[in-house]
């Protein structure tokens, strides 16, 4: 029987995880776990020595994952997420079936160079200017919409950099980046193709086999915009209310063409830029793990990319930082600590105790119960409550078991690869995938939740179980 704090504390998550999937009147997602956080702390469930231990605890993930954010501002803001989609319709040379793969495949690397969140907010509106170029119809967009938000969310399992809440948890069990990577990025790998390859098998039918091939080619007679000396050459979309450009420079033949709407005047699209701005992301991402590896927190290092990018910007086109001060989703430090005290008021309360109570014995019987069962917990606890609360008390929860080691570390794997592939059932499953519902309705797009879930139900749960297994066939053959 649950007492009266427990029950309490359920009441709270409960009502957390109903107005994050709710938002009234567009309400941002932090304030639903900050008034829930709040009501915790009046309540004397988590004292202010466990609100102080908290923020010891998500301030660094928090920092790292926020300065990956504005290194994606600053891409953005020298063209290079609107190039791509230009550049995937080109190189796609005509194939429905060829941009299908172009796309997961940049959502994919987006994640893995960012985060899930941020590559949410680059890839779809590069999907979403993809198939609006193209004219595709409603049912010929949905493929390339899902899949590469599908994608691009569970593409954050395979490094640990690339989630809040892997970063947050992953001290907590032993573990360092390097050997999180060594031990998750295959059997992710194996989940992650296996849902590429589900979801084209689903679409096959809607998926266009050719589409329309754009034409590149400098004109000779053109027109400048009133706020800038750059030719023009329109692209006008009838079908649309936004109409495209394409930019091009005679003058530069080392400058690359660029499609904008026409309400954006972005520069030039400058090759010697872009070679560099990449170069400093690639050095960081590599810096996050050699320095974890030598005792240098990961958000000192993020935090000298996001500088050295936003001070290379500066000393190339004279961009100050109010973009970034606008643009950075600072409320991501409030939601993550907001959320944590939620969580961690279940462990305080003993939640955590009842789940250690039935569970401690089925997972320490052997790897392959401990991955099964924690992979199975976390999807079901995620797609109900979402997953960064989800991976909290699971994590709680496994370390309080008095667990060996090796069974620890593949239980917290199962753990976030649940919390990442397994959470993908239902939008509530992850801040990302609610941010992608939300840029499909501000760009005009509807996606109802019984579209999505009649998609996911079918391939996600076969996506998780192969990553399950893989990880338990990888770590067994490799590390135990």
Not at 60 to 83: K, N, Y
Not at 210 to 220: E, G, K, Q, R, S
Not at 243 to 248: A, K, M, Q, T
Not at 374 to 382: H, N, P, R
């Amino acid at each position: 029987m649950l007492d009266f704090t427990t029950l309490f504390t359920l009441t709270i998550v409960a009502l957390m995880s109903l107005f994050l999937l709710w938002r009234p009147h567009g309400l941002n997602e932090s304030i639903p776990p900050t008034i829930c956080a709040l009501f915790i702390f009046l309540a004397g469930i988590v004292p202010l020595s466990d609100i102080f231990k908290i923020m010891g605890i998500v301030s660094g993930a928090s920092i790292t994952i926020l300065s990956t954010c504005v290194m994606s501002i600053v891409l953005d803001s020298i063209g290079f997420f609107r190039l791509a989609a230009f550049n995937l319709i080109n190189r796609a040379n005509g194939s429905g079936i060829l941009l299908y793969w172009y796309i997961n495949l940049l959502c994919l690397l987006m994640t893995l160079f960012f985060n899930n969140d941020g590559s949410i907010l680059i890839t779809t509106p590069i999907i979403i200017n993809v198939v609006t170029i193209l004219s595709l119809r409603a049912n010929q967009r949905f493929p390339y919409l899902l899949s590469g938000a599908l994608i691009a969310i569970a593409s954050s399992a395979p490094i640990a950099v690339s989630n809040l809440a892997n970063l947050i948890v992953l001290k907590t069990v032993g573990l360092d980046l390097n050997l999180y990577v060594a031990m998750m990025f295959v059997p992710s790998m194996m989940g992650i193709t296996a849902i590429s390859l589900l979801l084209f098998y689903y679409f096959r039918q809607d998926i266009p086999k050719n589409i329309m091939v754009l034409p590149v080619a400098y004109i000779d007679e053109i027109h400048s915009d009133a706020s800038s000396s750059i030719p023009r050459f329109s692209l006008e979309d009838k079908a649309h209310p936004r109409h495209l450009h394409l930019i091009v420079d005679k003058a530069h033949p080392g400058h690359l063409p660029l499609i904008l709407d026409n309400a954006i005047h972005s520069p030039v699209i400058d090759r010697s830029m872009f070679k560099v701005c990449i170069a400093i992301i690639v050095l960081i991402r590599a810096g996050l793990f050699l320095g974890d590896s030598v005792g240098i927190p990961t958000e000192w290092i993020g935090i000298i990319g996001a500088l050295l990018l936003m001070g290379y910007r500066w000393h190339r086109k004279g961009v100050g930082a109010n973009d970034i001060v606008k643009k950075t989703p600072w409320h991501f430090i409030l939601y993550a600590f907001s959320s944590y005290v939620v969580i961690y008021a279940l462990y305080n309360s003993g939640f955590t105790g009842v789940l250690l109570k039935h569970l401690r014995e089925p997972i320490a019987t052997n790897h392959l119960s401990a991955c099964l069962i924690s992979g199975s917990l976390l999807t079901v606890m995620s797609n109900v409550f979402n997953n960064i609360p989800s991976v909290l008390i699971g994590t709680f929860t496994f370390t309080g078991m008095g667990l060996d080691i090796p069974t620890l570390h593949i239980a917290y794997l199962a753990n976030i690869l649940g919390a990442d592939i397994g959470s993908l059932i239902t939008p509530l499953g992850t801040l990302a995938y609610l941010l992608w519902i939300f840029l499909l309705r501000k760009s005009g797009i509807r996606v109802s939740w019984a579209d999505s879930l009649k998609v996911t139900i079918m391939v996600i749960p076969i996506g998780l179980l192969i990553s399950l297994l893989s990880l338990y066939f990888w770590v067994e053959w490799l590390f135990f």
